[in-house]
């Protein structure tokens, strides 16, 4: 919805009073003013983490608070109005999704016995952003994985028919195959897709008993009826990768026997192949057909995302622009809990606030970048980053000028970091400049801690990449106790309401980050060449090349 003038009155207002250490021109980039970068991002953590936000939903009148703060905070540092209409905004028109009830999921044997699989036990139904009404009855075909990687001489659904079939499909991905490409090949949407070109009705997703150690389907059960979100096409459908062939339920580890009895190969062995490093279970026909019944109900909404641009000193090269982003909602309020308010004072406030402090340096420098710097936050990154694939397929730039990406998410500045993780960077040239930026800054570059979890397809850069733009984020490090401080926070606070101004948060490790990521703006506004992928990356063939 949109905010009401007095809100919007109030935003201003606070934007005055937060952040009243606005520096001038006089700032030199060699000898940056810790102390005062530092009280800055202070002011803006102060506000954007505060109550009066109500957790910065998308689509809440506490987040487009958020984004006029914002936008206010651009306009004092000189960036041109980048959004829609000659001002900061860009209008993300939205659907919201979820479950209306638990619906049925059947499954009906060649002997025409029914086994009705029981919700919340076996399985949970699937979240419909096209269909409010589904019903189907068609026979299952079981794809193992559903991975079809051409690089790998790998074909899952060789040998199959699965044209107005269900596939089911393993959760996840091989574990031989490299962090990345497997979160590529494992996420629901690559595994819908590669369903709908085979002309499949709908996929029934399967957890493995490793993925349920990760993401207890306890968990998900508590979440059934969470709010899923996507943007609207102008035809006033949602957006959906693969609208022809939905997810239509996810079956636990527990109720998989039941889907694979009577099969040639039984789930133990499936479970046994499938978690080898080859992942190459038997594929076959399920001798059933499974007959699902579900309602979702639909709503729609609209939020924004902010745009500011720096524009560029070159003539020819300002025409290119390098994208410094970060995501501007939370998960807003948890009904029931004594504090139900979910600040998102690390996730992400702390990355807003470096986000506006890089702005503000800009400013500060007095000595434009060649090429143009676009400031962008963006909206719903939790209900599925959303705001910035609406941003990266409707740019409000030329699609053409868009020459890297930046990302800035959940930077944990409980501690002094000492080296940081640029994760995706060594697929493309930004690397050179994330390098040349840490140690002019102090700081070592350190692989990908977590290789397993895929973190460069997990956040809002990969809808640019998406798009074919190499991007790359940068998240602070595990050196210098970084790891104990990050595992604290994930465990202890990650979309909790404690995530919250009570942590000992170290802004003057904040003033080191901004620093960081102003550095390698300008490398990357500067450098002769725009950024490219390396050649035969991963991403790059299945991305950039393609378009």
């Not at 599925?384 to 694939?389: A, E, I």
């Not at 930004?430 to 977590?450: F, H, K, M, N, Y």
């Amino acid at each position: 919805m949109m905010i009401s003038n007095w809100i919007a009155r109030l935003a201003m207002l606070a934007a005055a009073g937060f952040a009243a250490v606005i520096p001038g021109q006089a700032s030199t980039p060699a000898q940056p003013d810790v102390d005062r970068s530092a009280t800055n991002i202070r002011s803006h953590m102060n506000f954007l983490a505060s109550d009066l936000l109500q957790g910065r939903e998308a689509g809440s009148d506490g987040y487009q608070i958020a984004a006029e703060y914002v936008a206010s905070h651009l306009a004092q540092f000189g960036a041109t109005p980048a959004g829609e209409n000659g001002t900061y905004f860009q209008t993300v028109p939205m659907v919201a999704y979820r479950p209306a009830e638990h619906g049925s999921l059947a499954l009906r044997k060649k002997s025409g016995a029914v086994e009705n699989l029981e919700f919340g036990k076996d399985f949970l139904p699937g979240r419909h952003p096209t269909t409010a009404e589904l019903t189907l009855d068609a026979p299952a075909v079981f794809v193992g994985y559903g991975v079809v990687a051409p690089e790998r001489g790998r074909d899952d659904y060789k040998g199959l028919d699965v044209r107005d079939k269900l596939v089911v499909v393993l959760s996840g991905a091989p574990s031989s195959f490299p962090g990345e490409e497997r979160a590529y090949y494992g996420s629901g949407g690559t595994k819908r897709m590669e369903a709908e070109r085979r002309g499949a009705k709908g996929i029934v997703i399967v957890n493995t008993p490793s993925d349920e150690k990760r993401r207890p389907f306890e968990s998900s059960v508590k979440q059934w009826q969470a709010w899923g979100m996507s943007w609207e096409e102008k035809d006033g459908t949602s957006h959906d990768v693969a609208r022809k062939t939905p997810v239509i339920a996810s079956i636990s580890a527990a109720g998989a026997p039941k889907l694979f009895a009577g099969s040639r190969v039984k789930w133990d062995r499936i479970v046994a192949d499938a978690e080898k490093p080859a992942g190459s279970p038997a594929r076959f026909e399920l001798p059933l057909s499974i007959e699902v019944s579900l309602r979702t109900e639909q709503q729609r909404t609209t939020s924004v995302n902010v745009a500011g641009l720096i524009e560029g000193s070159d003539a020819v090269l300002k025409k290119e622009v390098v994208v410094l982003m970060a995501h501007l909602d939370h998960i807003g309020l948890t009904p029931g809990e004594d504090d139900p308010i979910n600040n998102g004072a690390i996730d992400n406030a702390a990355g807003v606030a470096t986000l506006l402090e890089v702005a503000r340096a800009f400013q500060a420098s007095g000595r434009p970048a060649r090429r143009s710097i676009l400031i962008l936050a963006v909206t719903a990154e939790e209900k599925g980053l959303v705001g910035s694939d609406y941003f990266a397929r409707h740019p409000t730039v030329s699609s053409e000028s868009l020459s890297a990406v930046v990302n800035l998410d959940m930077p944990v500045l409980t501690y002094d970091f000492t080296d940081v993780v640029a994760f995706g960077a060594g697929r493309s040239t930004i690397e050179a400049a994330v390098l040349g930026a840490s140690q002019r800054v102090g700081v070592a570059l350190s692989p990908d801690p977590l290789p397993e979890e895929g973190v460069f397809t997990r956040s809002d850069h990969y809808r640019f990449v998406q798009q074919g733009v190499p991007s790359i984020m940068l998240m602070t490090g595990f050196q210098n106790g970084g790891q104990q401080h990050f595992s604290n926070f994930l465990k202890s606070c990650y979309h909790k309401p404690c995530d919250d101004l009570s942590l000992p948060i170290n802004y003057a490790a904040g003033a080191k980050f901004a620093r960081l990521n102003y550095e390698i703006a300008r490398e990357l506004a500067n450098s002769d060449e725009r950024a490219r992928w390396n050649a035969g990356d991963f991403f790059a063939t299945k991305y950039a090349e393609a378009r």
